[in-house]
Each structure stands twice: as structure tokens, then as C-alpha cells.
């Protein structure tokens, strides 16, 4: 896929954009940071309900995931997970993110049935060896104008099962708003 000029767009605005705002609100160019704690419930229908982490920014408005992090608080494990399930941040329908990808190391895995607390990191992609760069997922009007979630895939075989009521996800992302053409 060709990166066009929307993608120097993009690339010319984290560049240029502001990281004086720590817990910013959103606005254009700065650097902002959102918080959700998921509960039992929604961690279980992940695969098949995605969390809204940061709402869309409105019209023209692109948000650009930096990296995020995912704290689980553990009580029991959840089972369920499929050879080939994943967890990402998606930008509308598009993952924006690194996964945490089953098949390649038991990531998925290794969040909810650890035995303990277990935190993980998603660098933006372009930065994870062998993934490729923000600027190939769809980086075009298609994602302006949409949310920002967290998200699973399990294969055929659905919500996770197990758990406890007491577990959470913490799930922080930090992230930049665009203004799109």
C-alpha cells in the first residue's frame, strides 16, 4: 500500500505535536491520555464486544494511538483462549496498535492466566519488529472521525470463560487528535 499525503499528514503532526499536556483532553496536537477499567463482564465479551476507550473527536478529526498499556488485576484465570487470539487498540475497525498475539508467545495467555498481576505494553506498531508502520492501516479519511477501543479476537470460539469477579483490566492509551483535510 502507498502511503499518500495523508500519512505525511500524520507523520508531520507527531513531529510537531506538544507533549506539555500530560493528561490532555484530546485537542489537536497535544498529547493526551485516557483510563478504563474494564470489569469481569467485559473482559469475558471482548471477543465479541469491543470497550470504547476515547470517543471520536468529530468531524475531520483522526486519533492517532502512541502506545498503551494493559494492567491486569488478578484474581483467577480465564480460560477459553483460542491457539490464535489476540488483544489490541483499534481505531474504528482497524488496529492501531502492536496485539498481544497467542500464537507468537502466548501473549493473551500470559495476561489472563498467569497466576498473577501481569502488565503489558503495545508500542504503536511501527516501533515492534517485523509489524508494519501506523501509516499502512487505512491511514485516510476512513478512520477519521472514529473511536478508539479495545478489542479481542478468539478464534470460533467466543467469549472467555473462568474469571472472577474481582478481576479488571486497566487499560491506558496515549494518544495524539489530528485535523484531518
Excluded: C, W
Amino acid at each position: 500500500m502507498a502511503h499518500g499525503p495523508f500519512s505525511a499528514q500524520i507523520q508531520a503532526a507527531l513531529r510537531s505535536f506538544q507533549p506539555s499536556q500530560p493528561t490532555g483532553d484530546g485537542t489537536s496536537g497535544y498529547l493526551s491520555r485516557a483510563t478504563v477499567t474494564l470489569t469481569d463482564a467485559q473482559i469475558k465479551a471482548l471477543p465479541t464486544t469491543a470497550v470504547e476507550l476515547v470517543a471520536a473527536q468529530g468531524a475531520a478529526k483522526l486519533i492517532v494511538p502512541l502506545s498503551a498499556v494493559v494492567q491486569f488485576n488478578y484474581t483467577d484465570a480465564y480460560t477459553n483462549i483460542a491457539a490464535t487470539a489476540a488483544l489490541f487498540i483499534q481505531v474504528g475497525g482497524n488496529v492501531g496498535l502492536a496485539t498481544l498475539d497467542e500464537a507468537a508467545g502466548n501473549g493473551v495467555t500470559s495476561l489472563f492466566d498467569s497466576g498473577e498481576d501481569y502488565t503489558a505494553i503495545l508500542p504503536q506498531k511501527g516501533f515492534v519488529s517485523g509489524t508494519s508502520t501506523y501509516g499502512t492501516v487505512r491511514a485516510s479519511l476512513e478512520v477519521a472521525e472514529q473511536n478508539l477501543s479495545v478489542k479481542m479476537t478468539n478464534a470460533a470460539q467466543g467469549a472467555l470463560t473462568g474469571g472472577n469477579a474481582a478481576n479488571t483490566l486497566r487499560v491506558s492509551v496515549y494518544y495524539v487528535v489530528v485535523d484531518v483535510p
